[in-house]
Nanobody, 116 residues
Framework: QVQLVESGGGLVQPGGSLRLSCAVSGSTVSINAMGWYRQAPGKQREQVAVIRSGGSTNYADSVKGRFTISRDNAKNTVYLQMNSLKPEDTTVYYC??????????WGQGTQVTVSS
Protein backbone atom coordinates (compact mmCIF):
# COMPACT_ATOMS: atom_id res chain seq x y z
CA GLN A 1 0.00 0.00 0.00
CA VAL A 2 1.32 3.40 -1.00
CA GLN A 3 1.29 6.25 1.49
CA LEU A 4 2.27 9.88 1.14
CA VAL A 5 3.69 11.65 4.17
CA GLU A 6 3.67 15.44 4.00
CA SER A 7 5.53 17.88 6.19
CA GLY A 8 6.74 21.46 6.27
CA GLY A 9 3.58 23.52 6.61
CA GLY A 10 3.18 26.20 9.21
CA LEU A 11 2.81 29.90 9.91
CA VAL A 12 4.96 32.43 8.11
CA GLN A 13 4.88 36.19 7.63
CA PRO A 14 4.15 37.70 4.23
CA GLY A 15 7.29 37.64 2.11
CA GLY A 16 8.62 34.63 3.97
CA SER A 17 9.44 31.12 2.79
CA LEU A 18 8.44 27.55 3.53
CA ARG A 19 9.44 24.21 2.07
CA LEU A 20 6.93 21.40 1.86
CA SER A 21 8.03 17.78 1.60
CA CYS A 22 6.12 14.72 0.44
CA ALA A 23 7.65 11.29 0.86
CA VAL A 24 6.32 8.13 -0.78
CA SER A 25 6.32 5.11 1.51
CA GLY A 26 5.00 1.59 1.38
CA SER A 27 5.13 -0.45 -1.79
CA THR A 28 7.72 0.20 -4.47
CA VAL A 29 5.99 2.05 -7.28
CA SER A 30 6.73 3.41 -10.73
CA ILE A 31 6.21 7.14 -10.34
CA ASN A 32 4.76 8.93 -13.34
CA ALA A 33 4.34 12.33 -11.77
CA MET A 34 4.03 14.08 -8.45
CA GLY A 35 2.42 17.37 -7.73
CA TRP A 36 1.16 19.83 -5.17
CA TYR A 37 -2.40 21.05 -5.01
CA ARG A 38 -4.20 23.41 -2.71
CA GLN A 39 -7.79 23.88 -1.70
CA ALA A 40 -9.26 26.89 0.02
CA PRO A 41 -12.57 26.54 1.88
CA GLY A 42 -15.49 26.52 -0.51
CA LYS A 43 -13.26 26.32 -3.57
CA GLN A 44 -12.13 23.55 -5.88
CA ARG A 45 -8.76 21.96 -5.42
CA GLU A 46 -6.29 23.58 -7.79
CA GLN A 47 -2.97 22.39 -9.15
CA VAL A 48 -0.04 24.41 -7.85
CA ALA A 49 2.91 22.58 -9.40
CA VAL A 50 3.70 19.24 -10.98
CA ILE A 51 6.89 17.40 -11.86
CA ARG A 52 6.85 14.46 -14.25
CA SER A 53 9.06 11.42 -14.42
CA GLY A 54 11.13 13.03 -17.17
CA GLY A 55 11.71 16.10 -15.05
CA SER A 56 9.40 18.55 -16.80
CA THR A 57 7.45 20.90 -14.57
CA ASN A 58 4.35 23.06 -14.69
CA TYR A 59 3.18 25.80 -12.37
CA ALA A 60 -0.01 27.67 -11.77
CA ASP A 61 0.24 31.25 -13.01
CA SER A 62 -0.33 32.52 -9.48
CA VAL A 63 2.87 30.91 -8.18
CA LYS A 64 5.24 31.18 -11.16
CA GLY A 65 8.53 32.75 -10.16
CA ARG A 66 7.83 32.21 -6.45
CA PHE A 67 7.43 28.45 -6.03
CA THR A 68 9.77 25.70 -7.18
CA ILE A 69 8.98 21.99 -7.31
CA SER A 70 11.81 19.48 -7.15
CA ARG A 71 12.36 15.84 -6.32
CA ASP A 72 14.87 13.46 -4.83
CA ASN A 73 14.46 10.17 -6.66
CA ALA A 74 16.64 8.28 -4.21
CA LYS A 75 14.34 9.30 -1.36
CA ASN A 76 11.10 9.11 -3.38
CA THR A 77 10.39 12.61 -2.13
CA VAL A 78 9.06 15.72 -3.80
CA TYR A 79 9.53 19.23 -2.46
CA LEU A 80 7.79 22.55 -2.92
CA GLN A 81 9.95 25.55 -2.12
CA MET A 82 7.66 28.51 -1.56
CA ASN A 83 9.19 31.98 -1.52
CA SER A 84 7.67 35.46 -1.36
CA LEU A 85 4.59 34.03 0.26
CA LYS A 86 1.40 36.06 0.22
CA PRO A 87 -1.68 35.93 2.45
CA GLU A 88 -3.64 34.52 -0.49
CA ASP A 89 -1.36 31.46 -0.44
CA THR A 90 -2.96 30.51 2.86
CA THR A 91 -4.74 27.18 2.60
CA VAL A 92 -4.23 23.43 2.87
CA TYR A 93 -1.68 21.96 0.48
CA TYR A 94 -1.95 18.37 -0.75
CA CYS A 95 0.59 16.13 -2.40
CA UNK A 96 -0.57 13.93 -5.28
CA UNK A 97 1.15 10.88 -6.73
CA UNK A 98 0.45 9.36 -10.15
CA UNK A 99 1.92 5.91 -10.39
CA UNK A 100 1.68 2.57 -12.10
CA UNK A 101 -1.12 2.34 -14.63
CA UNK A 102 -3.35 5.31 -13.86
CA UNK A 103 -3.21 4.98 -10.09
CA UNK A 104 -3.51 8.00 -7.81
CA UNK A 105 -2.65 8.63 -4.18
CA TRP A 106 -3.12 11.77 -2.08
CA GLY A 107 -1.39 13.01 1.02
CA GLN A 108 -3.28 14.03 4.13
CA GLY A 109 -2.72 17.75 3.57
CA THR A 110 -0.60 20.30 5.37
CA GLN A 111 -1.73 23.77 6.44
CA VAL A 112 0.13 26.83 5.22
CA THR A 113 -0.77 30.14 6.85
CA VAL A 114 0.70 33.43 5.69
CA SER A 115 -0.08 36.18 8.15
CA SER A 116 1.57 39.00 10.04
Amino acid sequence: QVQLVESGGGLVQPGGSLRLSCAVSGSTVSINAMGWYRQAPGKQREQVAVIRSGGSTNYADSVKGRFTISRDNAKNTVYLQMNSLKPEDTTVYYCKLLYGYGLVAWGQGTQVTVSS
